[in-house]
């Protein structure tokens, strides 16, 4: 017989709960079971119902029928007929504007300027080359600490982000706060940072371009805070600074080697937070991920 929540006391409670959290488990499930199967074909089905259409026509029921005394149906000569409702132009796609070389020389000039992690962001802040920051609200840089063995990059800011100015501070930073806490780190001993700065309009996928011309920047910062492990969070920073065409979960796991300028830093691809609140059963692979940080950042404090 399995003993309910009302069964266990207090002390027992705790401990069961806590044992949920460090197993990844973010959300609870319904009392009643759902069938969504069901859900959406009824929604379907509603939407597909035939609307009763206006006026006469060959297949007018009766009670549809103009009686005594009521105008019939215009005909075509009659100026005063129905006329089938306007159609809205169809919205046009917004379109990128790619930006010409001289963007790029100025990003690459701009970044390489930059003595200090404050002048690089100085620099992000007067870069007006890239479209994003003239959508975006704010520039999203770093938070941590720089001078942290540890440097995490993720793709590019989100709703909250944007709005605080602070990478990682919605739903998924909130995760990757908990498996920071896990292994033992915090704020106060990580640094992490994004490739991008700006938020991508309705957190689209960054365009190549907007990757290129924010790659400068990315690799100045790691030169600058220069961590002794990178962590990269996602497909984006893993392609764009790991040289290599492979998604995600063909390399997540595997230490390889970020260079930038002469300098080689051991990288370590993982999953996105926001890949694993989508996919909460990938969180094992994370974990796993996390735990090999772990043990070569004890290396390293031993070194």
């Not at 089938?84 to 690459?108: H, K, M, N, Y």
Request: aromatic share 4%; glycine share 8%.
């Amino acid at each position: 017989m399995n003993a309910s929540a009302t069964d266990l006391d207090p002390h027992a409670l705790a401990a069961l709960l806590h044992f949920y959290a460090e197993s990844g488990v973010s959300e609870l499930s319904e009392d009643m079971v759902i069938d969504r199967f069901e859900q959406s074909e009824q929604i379907l089905k509603a939407r597909n119902r035939p609307q009763p259409q206006a006026g006469a026509g060959p297949g007018i029921s009766n009670a549809q029928k103009p009686g005594p005394g009521t105008q019939a149906a215009t005909g075509p000569g009659d100026s005063r007929r129905t006329r089938p409702p306007a159609v809205a132009p169809a919205r046009q796609a917004s379109q990128l504007t790619i930006p010409g070389e001289a963007a790029f020389e100025d990003a690459r000039a701009l970044a390489a300027g930059a003595g200090t992690i404050a002048e690089l962001r100085a620099a992000l802040d007067g870069f007006t080359g890239c479209n994003l920051r003239h959508s975006a609200k704010t520039l999203v840089f770093a938070d941590g600490n720089p001078e942290a063995d540890v440097m995490f990059i993720g793709e590019a800011p989100g709703r909250e982000e944007d709005l605080q100015g602070t990478p990682f501070v919605g739903r998924a930073g909130q995760l990757l706060d908990r498996m920071l806490a896990a292994i033992g780190l915090s704020r106060d001993t990580a640094y992490i940072t994004n490739m991008i700065p700006w938020r991508p309009p309705g957190n689209r996928t960054p365009a190549a371009h907007e990757i290129e011309l924010c790659r400068p920047f990315i690799e100045r910062h790691i030169a600058l805070a220069q961590p002794k492990v990178l962590v990269m969070l996602g497909n984006i920073a893993n392609k764009s600074l790991l040289d290599t065409d492979k998604g995600i979960l063909s390399v997540r796991g595997n230490w390889m080697d970020c260079k930038t300028g002469d300098r080689l830093t051991p990288a370590l691809p993982t999953l996105h937070p926001a890949y694993l609140l989508r996919n909460p059963s990938q969180k094992r692979l994370a974990w796993a991920d996390f735990l090999s940080l772990q043990a070569r950042l004890e290396e390293l404090g031993k070194g």
